[in-house]
């Protein structure tokens, strides 16, 4: 139950810390959206080259829950679905790999908005 | 013709319009902060029971107009103008206040030197004969303008240093030409002024030039010096802002000394988590309706100079990169 | 009174040395304590992810499958903890220990929704949820077409 835990909270804290940098250091209009925009494209990049794969087998969760590690996902997917059904895989494949995340995050998010009442 | 205007830019009043009376109503942050008793109600939370923060916020300013009539028992037909200003786009909160009030009906738009151009506006409309008694009011709601301007309340992110904190507050002051009271004795209009600053957390610096320029023309065109204020509250430059205007004053070969400070500053202590301290055209309109007049009506101030500042930028041009502009008006007040 | 010939004082500094003066008196952020945090707290957030995947693992759920189902549950905390207003408090001290796990892409989504419900269902929550789910989708999916174009061009 508590394997990986350490591999996890380095890599993923190390993962946290580039985006705090990326904040703290740049002009005060890079917001927490130009922050997650730029995990998602940057995971997706570093899939394609082949960087990140390693990440997810050292570091679990910790490469996988970072924003990055959708962007991975999204990358692989649409090179596996290539692979299987050539160049349509480029389109389908992306959105299916991750279409449990997108789906959820979707339902889940309607679910609160509409459940809860913001405190201000 | 015998012009009342002096200098370049201020206007000295033949007969100064006296303030009858006052009202201030603010949300629990800020009756909690330091000015919390000088407050005349403070709301238990910023929703009050309505069914939107917007609604909420002009419930406030509509308390806060009919608060100050109820103190000078004066009743609605007696006053010739109202004049109200917000933050909310199109004055939203304004507009439906002054359904619910159905007085003739003046909305001005100064971001958070409102309360200081409706005074200045209101004096002028009395002393020019056209107006006998004006109702002015001016609010801000924390939450309507965080989401109009900034982020999502519950959206988890930090806020820059720098960055204010918008007040949860309407301040209102009844104008007459006739009473007891202190009087608004002159007023010096701003120029927009516009130093390049770009950052939308850190407002202060926006305004801070536009302060300090009408601050040095005030002095210019009446030729006083500082030394003959006993206060000079600007509103609501924050800490970084305060700083910065009190730099270019002294670049410019004006002392500010020690009587001058800032209604943002003021409003919240340092435990409150505001960061550079409290903005919105409704932090210095229930800091002066509130403390400042209460010193003057003490006695403890004999002559205030309050000088609204405004960051007259939008989200719109904001997300363009355009830098922000911003203005200042002065207001002097003698007891 | 007369009205021309008064001198018209002005602020005897340029933008440009205005810009360095703002410099001067604007604090700067904590840099350090603010990476400390988030490693600390994005750590955490991230093992929590691991304690998940490991649970739907031992129930038998092979390990991509117990990756994705971590994520889904990961992504549900995140929402919550934004409805019961708890995790802008998180948000306040953690910075992006907290905005760039999934929980994080999650608080996006519900924060402005939940803040426009009284605009409506459709054009309030339902066009807000997208507010920064919407960048993060665009520039996700297009990149992923993008690699797949390459990939396929590749081989």
Redesign the interface.
């Known amino acids: 139950?508590?394997?990986?835990?350490i591999p996890?909270?380095?890599?993923?804290?190390?993962?946290?810390?580039?985006?705090?940098?990326?904040?703290?250091?740049t002009k005060p209009s890079f917001t927490?959206?130009h922050?997650?925009?730029s995990?998602?494209?940057g995971g997706?990049?570093l899939?394609?080259l082949g960087l990140y794969e390693p990440l997810m087998k050292i570091?679990?969760?910790?490469a996988?829950?970072?924003?990055?590690?959708?962007?991975y996902s999204?990358?692989k997917?649409?090179?596996e679905?290539?692979?299987k059904r050539?160049?349509m895989?480029?389109?389908s494949?992306?959105?299916e790999a991750?279409a449990?995340?997108?789906a959820?995050?979707?339902f889940?998010?309607?679910?609160?908005?509409?459940?809860?009442?913001?405190?201000g | 013709m015998?012009?009342?205007?002096?200098?370049?830019q201020t206007v000295v009043f033949a007969n100064p319009p006296v303030i009858l009376s006052s009202y201030s109503v603010v949300g629990p942050k800020e009756g909690q902060g330091p000015l919390g008793k000088s407050f005349d109600k403070v709301w238990k939370d910023g929703i009050n029971g309505e069914?939107?923060w917007e609604v909420a916020e002009s419930k406030m300013l509509q308390e806060a107009m009919q608060g100050a009539m109820d103190q000078a028992s004066i009743q609605k037909e007696q006053i010739d103008f109202m004049l109200a200003g917000d933050l909310l786009n199109q004055i939203i909160s304004s507009n439906f206040t002054a359904r619910q009030i159905a007085l003739p009906f003046i909305g001005l738009y100064g971001a958070c030197s409102t309360m200081a151009l409706g005074l200045a506006v209101g004096s002028m409309l009395i002393d020019g004969g056209f107006a006998k008694k004006i109702l002015v009011g001016v609010s801000s709601h924390h939450d309507t303008a965080e989401?109009q301007f900034r982020?999502?309340?519950?959206?988890?992110?930090?806020?820059?240093?720098?960055a204010q904190w918008t007040v949860t507050g309407a301040g209102s002051v009844l104008l007459s030409s006739s009473g007891v009271g202190p009087r608004i004795t002159s007023a010096t209009i701003g120029k927009v002024i516009d130093?390049?600053?770009k950052d939308v957390n850190?407002m202060g610096?926006a305004m801070a030039?536009a302060v300090?320029?009408t601050i040095?023309?005030h002095f210019?065109?009446i030729q006083l010096q500082p030394t003959d204020y006993s206060l000079i509250a600007s509103g609501d430059l924050g800490g970084?802002g305060l700083?910065?205007a009190c730099?270019?004053l002294k670049?410019?070969g004006i002392d500010t000394g020690t009587n001058f400070t800032d209604c943002g500053v003021l409003i919240y202590d340092h435990t409150q988590?505001v960061h550079a301290g409290g903005s919105g055209c409704g932090c210095s309109s229930v800091v002066f309706a509130g403390d400042i007049l209460q010193r003057i009506k003490a006695g403890e101030l004999t002559k205030v100079m309050l000088v609204g500042s405004g960051a007259l930028h939008s989200s719109t041009s904001a997300l363009q990169g355009e830098s922000i502009p911003g203005i200042g008006h002065a207001v002097v007040i003698e007891k | 009174?007369d009205?021309q010939s008064?001198?018209?004082?002005?602020?005897?500094?340029t933008?440009e040395k205005?810009?360095k003066?703002?410099e001067q008196?604007?604090?700067?952020?904590?840099?350090i304590k603010?990476?400390v945090l988030?490693?600390?707290?994005?750590?955490?957030?991230?093992?929590i992810?691991?304690?998940?995947?490991?649970?739907f693992i031992?129930l038998g759920l092979a390990r991509l499958e117990a990756?994705?189902?971590?994520?889904?549950t990961?992504?549900?905390i995140g929402?919550?903890l934004?409805?019961?207003?708890i995790?802008?408090?998180?948000?306040?001290?953690?910075?992006?220990?907290?905005?760039?796990?999934?929980?994080?892409?999650?608080?996006?989504?519900?924060?402005?929704?939940?803040?426009?419900?009284?605009e409506g269902?459709v054009m309030g929550?339902?066009a807000k949820?997208f507010?920064?789910?919407g960048?993060?989708?665009v520039?996700?999916?297009a990149?992923?077409?993008v690699?797949?174009?390459?990939?396929?061009l590749l081989?």
């Open positions: 139950m508590f394997d990986m835990i996890a909270f380095l890599v993923g804290g190390t993962i946290c810390v580039i985006g705090q940098l990326l904040m703290d250091l927490p959206a922050v997650l925009v995990f998602v494209s997706a990049i899939g394609a570091g679990g969760a910790g996988s829950i970072p924003l990055s590690g959708f962007g999204l990358a997917g649409a090179m679905a290539v692979e050539g160049i895989g480029a389109f494949g992306g959105v991750t449990v995340g997108i959820a995050a979707v889940f998010g309607y679910l609160m908005s509409v459940t809860f009442k913001p405190k | 015998n012009l009342k205007r002096l200098g370049n069914k939107s989401r982020l999502p309340t519950e959206q988890g992110s930090q806020r820059a240093l720098s130093f390049a600053v850190n610096a030039p300090a320029d040095l023309n210019q065109d970084v700083g910065l730099e270019l670049q410019s988590d | 009174m009205d008064s001198p018209k004082p002005a602020i005897p500094v933008p205005y810009q003066l703002t008196y604007t604090p700067k952020p904590t840099v603010n990476v988030a490693f600390i707290v994005g750590g955490i957030i991230c093992s992810g691991q304690i998940i995947i490991n649970l031992s990756s994705t189902a971590a994520t889904a990961m992504i549900f929402a919550l934004t409805g019961l207003g995790y802008d408090e998180i948000g306040k001290f953690a910075g992006a220990g907290s905005i760039v796990p999934v929980t994080g892409f999650a608080n996006s989504i519900v924060s402005p929704a939940m803040e426009f419900r009284r269902y929550v339902g949820l507010t920064v789910a960048p993060v989708l520039y996700g999916i990149t992923s077409i690699v797949g174009f390459a990939y396929y081989h």
